[in-house]
């Protein structure tokens, strides 16, 4: 601590040295864009305003200026050197979906009734000298109001010459730099909410696995400044550290924002969900909740309550996936039938409305989503077991809810770094809705039953979802759009009809049968053309390779029965060379592992009875 202080004192060693104010301000000039002249920089850190500065008869021009200008002087400047003008920062507000949703990030819906929110398009270039955490914070509200920008906003009328894009990334990596590595930096809620916020651009830019890492940060810094379990109902801002003098947002809600994203992640990448604490959904926590508040956030318990099932050996799996299917019902029918309609998203001059509609999409799409996750281990069990046509059922009935809300999604917001956890879902849902006509047309229960025109309907419904995300793909430039797109061609041939109609493949040894090769994973082989029924309860024994450090090495497989729908043939340990890293980039690794952990759920539910499902 005595040494922090003395380095938040005395100037830095270099500076000291060097004795010139060009070699302090050499940083700030190599990244700058030249939004702020030096002149105004000076003028707004000058020892006449500057909080930092211990001497009133200095000048900025002076040498002993820039012995005694500290490190945070020198980050500040380096910080507002990155905003563009007021001008470009009012007609990026005024043009981003994502601009309503910075508003509110951190308020609950009481705190908008109470109107304790900013006006939505109140990001402002500070003109005071500010503190680091706070210039930074507002840096990343603004980058992910570029992110949400779309392929087709006109920039013409910009001051600044540089891509938007550009500006975004060159932002995000100095404030990565300066603040969101730095510990010192971030040991405040303002600092937190800069992590947060880090976070959730990285989540929207398709780096899934980074985010992950940045948001299990969030949950150790918040601890230790007095925010979490424990620390939740006494936190409050005056005993937490801030330099937001407002003081207008929610710890609260900062603190399930962490929880949730955390949660979210750690269920679709198929990793460990290790903190359990749900005392953000206490009855005295929601009490001042709207509806949609309190749905959202019985879905953040209910992914940890998933994750741990996936945990369990499958006898005890089905009966906790039971319990969880009852209560995601009973959340449900407490929104009232007439919320779960599909909204419409036709364009209105009210942003506010828009945005409602949006959030409620969003909502609906995620609670089928969650019910996906669910019963997919029980998707393709033994079709003549009537005890898993309902999971059967719901798999298929929740694929059939979320493609339609992911096409008008998708329509209406055309940025795919806007809300990305959309894309995700609807190529799951897509996989899954295919993948249940392998099993279909063996069931004997005599429950299910799929006419041609259900065929026919649901074979357009993904035909949409296809042409949509090649759409997608062409307008962004979109790695995940395009391959998602391309495992949906393959595995249409599922929905073709019999005979001379069905489609054949280009790939694997022969036109029948489709090859995936999922990272960490091994090889998936499905099989679009079997009409051969399933003669066995369950499949062979599969033990397929594992990520690096999971604790698990590939075993030796057993054959599979030939008349099985899918294969799996894991890849040895050295084969793994050939994937990405593991927190590989979007660009390099799309999915991100969200494959892999479908087909990891799919992979357990078909292990034999009474064995752990070894998903991970």
Known sequence: MMQRLVDRILPDESAVRSGSIDDIRQTSESITTATLDETQIDRLLGPQNAPYSSSSDLTPGSSTWSVLETKEDTMTKQLYALFPSQADVDRITSLSQGTEWMATLFHSQADATAHKIEPSAQITVPQNPTHPTILARTLLRLAICMQHLGPYVDTKHFTSKIPVEQSMVHIISTVSSLVISNDDM????????????????????????????????????????????????????????????????????????IVASDRYLSLFLGLRIDMRDDSFASEEATKDDSPEEKLEKFHTVISARIGERNLQDTNQAYATTQTIDYDLEAGAKRQGQGWWVNPSLTPCEVPQQMFDCIKRLMLQIHHHGLLIMLHLPYLLRDPAEDRYVYSRLTCIRSSREILPRFIAFRTTVESVYSCRHIDYSGSIAAMTLLLSYLVLGQDSTGRISVTDEQRDEDRRLVCRVKARMEEVALLNQDKLSQESAQIIGQLLPVLAADGGERISLATGADNDTVKLKIPYLGMVKVRVNSQRGLNTTHTASLSLGHEPGA????????????????????????????????????????????????????????????EEPGLF
């Open 551 to 610: 604790g698990r090495s590939p075993l030796d497989m057993e054959e599979l029965p030939d008349n099985m729908p899918i294969q799996f043939e894991p890849q040895n340990l050295g084969d793994h060379l050939d994937f990405p890293s593991l927190t590989a980039e979007a660009n390099d690794w799309p999915f991100q592992g969200v494959d892999t952990n479908f087909w990891s759920l799919l992979h357990g539910g078909m292990a034999p009875e009474g």
């Open 186 to 257: 971030i040991g405040s809620l303002e600092g937190l909410q800069c992590v947060i916020l880090h976070g959730l651009w990285l989540m929207n830019a398709g780096n899934l696995r980074k985010a992950w890492l940045t948001f299990r940060r969030a949950i150790s810094v918040a601890q230790l400044i007095g925010i979490g379990p424990g620390n939740i109902t006494s936190a409050t801002w005056d005993t937490l550290e801030s330099h937001d003098r407002p003081r207008s947002s929610s710890v609260d809600k900062t603190w399930y924002i």
